[in-house]
């Protein structure tokens, strides 16, 4: 395992102790109001394709997906495919999946937490920033990197499911592997490129989306 120098581990950590202080200090969450109109299926297929198809009404948890798959691909830095590295590439989405389940059956449970939205800002930063320099993690590490800001994204989803609870998380759980496998497969066709501008543009677009949700969070605290 690589060693990482002590300024990736403040880059790659600075976001998300970000995102929890605003958390901390901001009482009361932001509304994270779909405009699907979720809560109004009911039926157990519409719950599920409704379920499905939330992931992909907003940007910041599609950039957030897909940037976890993504940074897998490209943090393997060109391993050849084997046991080890094959737990390396699936270990932070499959983390996100089940941490995003699990947030998502908090909130429909009633269990809120403070500051989801400035977390799911701080994750687009923080997730922006490793596919932006290739920062590879400890496997370990990496997993529970994603898997902390996955709770802050179940939770928002969990807050708007309604309907048949258990179809429309597992229609949400499987677009969110989904968008996990596209992020790879970019993943892996960029790293069997010689240009590291693609995923670097890619990594500063979405760090640069997670600033900008996060920015009036930090403006209202101060």
Do not use: Y
Request: hydrophobic share 55%; net charge positive; glycine share 14%.
């Amino acid at each position: 395992m690589p060693k990482i120098s002590f300024r990736r581990t403040i880059l790659v950590c600075a976001p998300w102790a970000t995102g929890l202080a605003v958390a901390t200090l901001t009482s009361v969450a932001q509304a994270h109001v779909g405009a699907d109109g979720l809560a109004h299926h009911h039926g157990a297929f519409d719950s599920f394709t409704a379920g499905a198809a939330h992931p992909l009404t907003g940007l910041d948890h599609l950039a957030a997906m897909v940037s976890v798959g993504l940074w897998s691909a490209l943090s393997l830095g060109g391993q050849s495919t084997s046991s080890a590295s094959a737990k390396r590439l699936l270990s932070a989405p499959l983390a996100f999946a089940a941490t995003l389940l699990i947030g998502a059956l908090m909130a429909l449970n009633g269990v809120t937490l403070p500051g989801v939205e400035p977390m799911i800002a701080a994750s687009l930063l923080a997730l922006g920033l490793l596919v932006a320099t290739r920062t590879a993690l400890p496997t370990g590490v990496g997993a529970a990197l994603v898997a902390g800001f996955a709770l802050f994204h179940g939770l928002a989803h969990g807050q708007e499911l309604g309907g048949h609870a258990s179809a429309a998380l597992t229609g949400m759980v499987l677009s969110t592997m989904a968008l996990h496998t596209v992020g790879i497969g970019f993943g892996l066709a960029l790293g069997q490129q010689r240009s590291r501008w693609l995923p670097r543009i890619a990594g500063v677009g979405v760090a640069a989306l997670g600033l900008g949700l996060l920015s009036p969070a930090i403006a209202g605290v101060f």
